[in-house]
């Protein structure tokens, strides 16, 4: 079990194990609640602003006020990797309505902040080198635009994820692909990237890859049906964590020929020569 350290709550950098929110905060009664994940490349947060502007547009989305300004944030943020020790982390920011009485009403002008940092978890090589599998299920988030911390669907599924040796659901509705439960989804047709563009969460590393390949590649955005996915040249999924990583089996459905299409071989190594660059 990983060393509890130090994390920041409401105001104040403090050992984990004496850190407790009320039983009363609407987070925990409620799932009202927002967040936001970074990793560090050489010890930095990598992408900092685009995921703090994000965890403020979540936030703006269920009426909440983050109670630091960018600065602050990233002064704690400094802090606790310091504090922490670690080697790359991953740094996550919690947002809840605060304490509710009812379990109803809060103020949201005194919300909950939370702030921890893990060890960064590493991505099997070979889902990179040969490709990985998602498992399809219908659903669709609710306030699907906002990083909310509402994960009941994958968390209640992730134990067919280890058993089929898939990294990830995607999900589904009304016959439309929308996103994996932990990441963007794109696929390849024609030689063009399409994503899906309404009803999703925006990405942060896919919205780099993308930006840094528009160059080279149309991007296509738009509705994806099931079937448009099933019959795909070629698939990848992003996130902050993982970066591209190739997809060549969507339940029983073999991807393209099944192997690493050329397009996401060309945009894992934008990913990776971005990330570089940051180092």
């Keep these: ?30 799932g009202y609640a927002v967040f936001d994940l970074l990793q560090t490349i050489g010890g930095v947060p990598f992408q900092f602003t685009e995921h703090i502007t994000r965890l403020r547009a979540s936030a703006e989305m269920l009426g909440l006020e983050v109670p630091a300004t960018d600065d602050e ?23 809840t309505g605060g304490e509710s009485p009812d379990g109803m009403h809060f103020d949201p002008a005194t919300p909950t902040f939370l702030i921890i ?12 080198k040969v490709g990985t599998k998602l498992l399809m299920r219908e659903h669709r988030r609710e306030v699907p635009e906002a990083k909310t911390t509402n994960y009941l669907t994958w968390l209640r599924n992730h134990h ?37 563009a309404r009803g999703v969460l925006k990405g942060t590393i896919g919205g780099l890859v993308l930006e840094l390949a528009s160059s080279e590649y ?17 698939a990848f999924i992003t996130s902050s964590v993982r970066g591209v990583v190739p997809i060549v089996t ?17 945009l894992m190594d934008i990913c990776q020569d971005a990330m570089k660059r940051a180092d």
Excluded at 171 to 179: K, N, T
């Design 160 to 196: 067919l994820l280890d058993a089929a040796g898939a990294i990830d659901l995607l999900y589904h509705a009304d016959g439309l692909v929308s996103e994996a439960a932990t990441a963007s989804f794109y696929v390849v047709r024609n030689g063009r990237i399409h994503a899906p």
């Design 117 to 128: 940092t893990h060890e960064l978890f590493e991505v099997p090589e070979s889902s990179y």
């Design 218 to 234: 149309e991007v296509v955005l738009g509705d994806i049906t099931v079937e448009e996915a099933l019959s795909a040249e070629e």
């Design 1 to 30: 079990m990983q060393n509890q350290g130090f994390v920041y709550l409401n105001g104040k950098i403090i050992p984990a194990e004496t850190a407790a929110i009320s039983p009363y905060d609407v987070g925990l009664l409620r």
């Design 73 to 95: 944030i990233a002064e704690i943020t400094v802090e606790l990797l310091r504090l922490n020790g670690h080697t790359e982390a991953t740094v996550r920011y919690v947002l």
């Design 250 to 266: 969507i339940d029983d459905s073999t991807i393209g020929d099944g192997c690493v299409g050329p397009v996401t071989r060309r």
